[in-house]
Every structure is written in C-alpha cells, then in structure tokens.
T-cell receptor, first 114, second 114 residues
Framework: NAGVTQTPKFRVLKTGQSMTLLCAQD?????MYWYRQDPGMGLRLIHY???????AKGEVPDGYNVSRLKKQNFLLGLESAAPSQTSVYFC?????????????FGPGTRLTVT | KNQVEQSPQSLIILEGKNCTLQ??????????LRWYKQDTGRGPVSLTI?????NTKSNGRYTATLDADTKQSSLHITASQLSDSASYIC?????????????FGKGTTLSVSS
C-alpha cells in the first residue's frame, strides 16, 4: 500500500515549456487535490476532483489544467510554464467527505521555472 | 473572511522541553479543526482531527485543544525530541463537502536542538 505517490520529485523547466505532474493513489479515494506551497504562505488549492471524470477549480487555478481519467490518477498540467509557477506541488486524496475523513498527502514535486 | 492565523511563526526549543503552538481562526461555522506535521521535504501528515464539540485530542506526545468560544486551538508537545523538528499546520474545515472546504494556516516551524 503505497498511499499517494507523485512523479517526478524534482523538475527544472524553462519559461514557456510544458509539463505534466502525475499523482497516483491506491486507497480507492473519491476526492483528489492539487496544492502548491510557497515560502511564507499556506497550502493553496489549485484544482480538485470529486470523482473519476470530474474536475473543479480551486483558489489559484490560472495557468494549470487537470484531468482525472482514472479514479486512481490525477494529472496536473502546465501548458506554458512561468517563473511564478516555481513552487512545491502536493497532491492529496480523501474519501468523500472532509468533515470526518483524513486527507492524505503525497511527498511533493519541487518545480523550478527559469 | 475565513482566516487561520498561527503563532509563533518559528520556535526553537531544547530537546526534552515542552512547547505549545497557537492557532486562531475566524471561520464560523466549521466542521472540524486539524493539526498536521510536515517534515522538511515531505508532505503534511495528520496528527489530530477535532470536531467543534471536542475540547481535546491526543496522539502520543501531541495534545490538541480547542476552545470554540474564543476560536482558538493549541498544540502541546510534551518532552520534545529531535524528530519533532518540523512545520506544524493548523487547518479548519468548512461545512461544505466540496474540495474547497479546507482553510490552511501558514504553519509554525519548530526546531528542537540537543
């Protein structure tokens, strides 16, 4: 039982390049999330999904796209990377309701855009 | 505006000492309040979850308290260890079920020295 995994762990991009971050969970969770974490700021929600085939915008969605084609996977895409997207990205998953259920985080992807 | 404020921003203590971290929130109503521990370079891991009707919750040497009247929570760490060095994040869950339900604090960075 690996929990939540993320690939890659590190990546350096040049401005304008594109990339996809992959998140996978083996806990059969319905909800999945993408966050970014920047120094001096709390975790901010980028996009989330409440089930296979669904996605929704979070607090800071601009410049990112997501897809949830399979229940266990949640992809985060950057179409044209900008230096402002330099950050640590965390994926998380949970059962249906956050009122009582735990949210499990992946180990993070450190992205640098030059 | 729903906000979660944590203090102090950072803290240094000697191994074996106790410490208390503070969390003040303006979120009302809320479903639960969580404390996460985030080791350097890792994703957050849940320590405790308290509903609005609970006053205290323990997890080993970690004890969280909640005062819904004053909208304050604290995390008390007893007999600190070097492995307690981490960032501690307070999170309040709004009643809605959707992915935007979590309000994250910016965290308190704890350093335990020998």
């Amino acid at each position: 039982n690996a929990g939540v995994t993320q690939t890659p762990k590190f990546r350096v991009l040049k401005t304008g390049q594109s990339m996809t971050l992959l998140c996978a969970q083996d806990m059969n969770h319905e909800y999945m999330y993408w966050y970014r974490q920047d120094p001096g700021m709390g975790l901010r929600l980028i996009h989330y999904s409440v089930g296979e085939g669904t996605t929704a915008k979070g607090e800071v969605p601009d410049g990112y796209n997501v897809s949830r084609l399979k229940k266990q996977n949640f992809l985060l895409g950057l179409e044209s990377a900008a230096p402002s997207q330099t950050s640590v990205y965390f994926c998380a998953s949970s059962y249906i309701s956050l009122k009582t259920y735990e949210q499990y985080f992946g180990p993070g992807t450190r992205l640098t855009v030059t | 505006k729903n906000q979660v404020e944590q203090s102090p921003q950072s803290l240094i203590i000697l191994e074996g000492k106790n410490c208390t971290l503070q969390c003040n929130y303006t979120v009302s109503p809320f479903s639960n309040l969580r404390w996460y521990k985030q080791d350097t370079g890792r994703g957050p891991v849940s320590l405790t979850i308290m509903t609005f009707s609970e006053n205290t919750k323990s997890n080993g040497r970690y004890t969280a308290t909640l005062d819904a009247d004053t909208k304050q929570s604290s995390l008390h760490i007893t007999a600190s260890q070097l492995s307690d060095s981490a960032s501690y994040i307070c999170v309040v869950t709004l009643p809605q079920q959707a992915g935007t339900a979590l309000i994250f604090g910016k965290g308190t960075t704890l350093s335990v020295s020998s």
